[in-house]
């Protein structure tokens, strides 16, 4: 048997995408059912539509007359690190437990704020930094003819292949533009085209709001910019180069722009980098560009089409009917009519999501932040940084199913960068070994609590990030990778079972002092506080972590450690998983305080029922129904987030017509940007997520409900249409989503009905499979 050439394999792989990308008119116009798609401009940034390769980020307008490109670089950011470390915060810890035992936790909040916050102004200033926009590119067209007159205008988002397209006609002219950020070759790729020669008349500039410069050398053309770093002004740097090919007319370069007159074809090249962790990006902004004006742009793209589909095409999903025929901004206002004539909606919000995920992180650079990839801004919202009480955990939930696995390594990444500062952190506050981090963090590895202790004490972060790291590997099961994050486990562990103190009238286990995320409570005396011992997700996630430590120590055979025994012993003495208040609902504090908000947009107690699984259904029925009843209070409202935390809870209850529900106010359109979680959520036109503002945690929490409804697994149990709501049941089929413990499954189903399915597997297994209201034993082949 002759052996198969792999470079030759490669090659023909190419040859076939080049074929299909020559030939895309004909064959990629045919699916619309995984496409955004418009008859108008965009008229704010909300409106535009995300391309990314894990690194650049562009967000073309569809302009006509002028165009802007929001960009973006994941690693651009200012600030720098900081000691935000109180050393004398120790000092005050056991005054403060004093105070919330003997029931006065107003005065020990006041205590906290005094000596027990970070040093210094924390995330409110200049050193702590910001996700920033990188600059804004500027196409100006000439046509030389009435705009309004524009006939046939179409503007779409391709998410088989990572392509924005805009298209028009005027005049009896066809224009075209595509736009797409390399996955092969990491550069910004646009080319323009018109049905008739020579009439391409456009200027092309780049800028910034402030802190950078824009010039041309060598025939590039340049913004170069130098951010804040909170210290002496010299932070992050950066370069971005363009450069152009054309076919006909002529070229100019100006001080500060490049002009092109008279040409049939433009295509222009966007490379980007900074100097994040010490990278010469001069040189290697450069060579990247030379390398990608040295091929074709049917080689480049069909390159960038292998690259992004290797991942894209893992999973397929189809739920029946779909309203394609509608632009996305109109379908939405359909769907808020007759949702369950459009169930295709929410395949394409789905493999939207798995979409953002692709283009917004990429092994070896930073995790998704608050806005993923994309910010149109200077100072974003929050700073557009990483929120540890559910929102950079909530980015990276949908992954495991999604068949995006390996996407959840920046976050290690960004993770171990916590644990050396973070060690700082627990001995400075807590006299405590291990690490913790807080509320808040940044890429410059922030561990210290926020500034208030209102919201900043929460010392979960750390324990719930562990819960992410953990999850991945139920699902792939690698053992090469729970050693890498075994250390992280233990740390977190040690940080824990150091500093738990004792709830005098159980004698249980408790953290303290901490407090339910961004949630208040009334003391008997009347006085609104937050803080308190013990809070129940606390309890819920040293629990979890250390089960998960004492599992993770017996699979990599570490068991015999006394740490490990420790740990044990400590978890027999923790607070109970839950706690059911004399309403029925389950306790968010360790006394059943009245609440200030019964509404409030976090539902942190209920972490025990999703992410974790310390409240199941079938094996605790009692405090599944406590958890229904808790969420009955909180109601169906909130931001994007917190309707799409819903939705997974529901899930987990197996209420797929509530969880529906959920999803319904989901898709409600959006159009405000202003800071205002009192709207209700939604997402823009655009499908991205609104709080509002945008935050794409919404678009990633959705994604992971809707693969909630369909399949839930959990040790050796996979459960099929746990949650699935009429609106879905006539007919579907999923292929390739992940289960725990490293399977795949394919089914289809009607009527609500399993038809088939397949799990498979690299080795085999004897999987507890749930379906059609009956339980049968699967083995994998």
């Keep these: 048997m002759k052996r198969i050439n792999h470079d030759h394999l490669n090659h023909f792989r190419i040859i076939i995408c080049m074929l299909l990308f020559l030939s895309s008119g004909k064959i990629f116009g045919q699916n619309t ?79 906290i704020d005094q000596h027990f916050v970070c040093k210094g102004p924390g995330s409110g200033g200049k050193q702590w930094g910001c996700y920033q926009n990188l600059g804004n590119l500027t196409l100006n067209f000439d046509h030389k003819m009435d705009i309004a007159k524009v006939k046939n205008y179409h503007r779409e988002l391709d998410l088989e292949h990572a392509i924005v397209r805009t298209s028009y006609q005027l005049d009896g ?54 951010l804040d770093n909170g210290v002496d002004g010299k932070g992050m740097q950066f370069k971005t180069r363009i450069r152009t090919k054309i076919k006909g007319g002529i070229q100019q370069i100006n001080s500060q722009n490049i002009e092109i007159k008279g040409a049939d074809e433009v295509l222009l090249y966007l490379a980007t980098d900074t100097d994040f962790k010490g990278k010469d990006f001069e040189t290697t902004s450069r060579a990247t560009l030379d390398a990608a004006m040295k091929k074709s742009y049917e080689k480049q793209y069909a390159e960038h089409i292998k ?69 149109n801004q200077i100072q974003t919202p929050w700073n557009s940084d990483y929120h540890l009480d559910i929102n950079v955990q909530m980015n990276h939930w949908h992954l495991g199913a999604a068949n995006l696995g390996e996407l959840n390594e920046p976050l290690v990444n960004l993770v171990e960068g916590l644990m050396i500062p973070g060690q700082r952190t627990a001995k400075a506050y807590y006299h405590a070994n291990g690490w913790v981090a807080h509320v808040i963090t940044n890429v410059w590895g922030y561990t210290a609590p926020g500034e208030s202790a209102s919201w900043g004490i929460t010392n979960a972060g750390s324990g719930w990030l562990c819960n992410n790291l953990w999850e991945h590997y139920l699902y792939s099961e690698d053992k090469t990778y729970l050693n890498r994050i075994y250390p992280i486990l233990y740390g977190a562990a040690q940080f824990y079972a150091n500093a738990l103190t004792t709830y ?33 997700i606390d309890n819920q996630i040293v629990r979890e972590l250390f089960q998960n430590l004492i599992e993770a120590s017996q699979i990599l055979e570490k068991s015999s450690d006394p740490f490990i025994t420790e740990v044990t012993q400590k978890l027999k003495k923790l607070a109970p998983v839950v706690q059911i208040g004399k309403d029925g609902r389950i306790m ?27 409240i199941q259904k079938d094996n605790n029925p009692v405090w599944a129904d406590a958890a229904r009843k808790s969420l009955e209070v909180r109601v169906d409202d909130g931001p994007s987030w917190a309707i799409a935390h819903k939705m997974l809870f529901w899930s987990r209850l197996h209420d797929g017509e509530r969880a ?59 459960y099929l249409l746990p949650a699935i709501p009429r609106a879905w049941k006539k007919e579907g ?8 413990g490293n399977c795949t499954l394919e089914m289809t189903w009607k009527e609500g009905e399993i038809v088939n399915y397949k799990i498979n597997s690299p080795r085999h297994k004897k999987i507890n499979v749930y379906k059609n209201g009956k339980w049968e034993l699967y083995h994998t082949s």
């Excluded at 009347?526 to 013990?534: D, K, S």
């Design 588 to 614: 968010e504090w360790i006394e059943d305080y009245e609440e200030v908000d019964p509404q409030h947009r976090h539902i942190s107690h209920l972490y025990g029922l999703y992410p974790g699984y310390l």
């Design 307 to 375: 690259h992004y589909t290797e991942k894209f095409d893992r999973l397929r999903l189809t739920l029946g009917r779909s309203k394609t025929d509608l632009p996305t901004d109109q379908r939405l206002v359909s769907f808020g009519k007759e949702p369950d004539a459009d169930p295709g909606l929410a395949v394409l919000f789905y493999q939207y999501g798995r979409y953002l995920s692709i283009s917004s992180t990429r092994i070896g650079l930073l995790p998704p932040n608050l806005q993923g990839l994309w910010a």
């Design 173 to 226: 002219i066809n224009y075209s533009r595509e736009y797409w950020t390399s996955f092969s070759d990491d550069v910004a790729v646009i080319k323009l085209k018109s049905s008739k020669r020579g009439k391409i008349n456009l200027q092309i500039k780049i800028e910034r709001s402030e802190r950078a410069t824009s010039f041309t050398k060598d025939g590039e053309l340049i913004l170069f910019g130098q």
């Design 33 to 111: 059912d995984l496409k955004l798609w418009y008859r108008q401009p965009a008229k704010q940034w909300e409106e535009t539509l995300p391309l990314g390769n894990g690194k650049i980020g562009m967000m073309p307008d569809g302009g006509l007359q002028t165009e802007q490109l929001v960009l973006n670089d994941i690693t651009l950011w200012s600030g720098s690190p900081q000691d935000a470390n109180n050393d004398e915060a120790g000092n005050y810890l056991d005054s403060i437990r004093s105070l919330i035992k003997k029931g006065k936790n107003d005065l020990a909040q006041q205590l």
């Design 733 to 740: 089929n999923i292929r390739g989503i992940r289960l725990k």
């Design 660 to 718: 529906y529900k959920l999803f319904k106010q989901l898709m409600t359109p959006r159009v405000d940007t202003r800071i205002n979680y009192g709207a209700g959520g939604g997402v823009y036109s655009n499908l991205l997520a609104a709080g509002p503002p945008f935050q794409i945690d919404g678009n990633f929490g959705g994604a992971a409900g809707i693969a909630e409804m369909l399949v839930q697994s959990h040790a050796d149990s996979v």
């Design 504 to 536: 005098p009238s159980k004698g249980w286990l408790v953290t303290s002092p901490s407090v339910s995320p961004e949630n208040s409570f009334k003391l008997p005396n009347g006085h609104q506080v937050n803080v308190t011992m013990g809070p129940t």
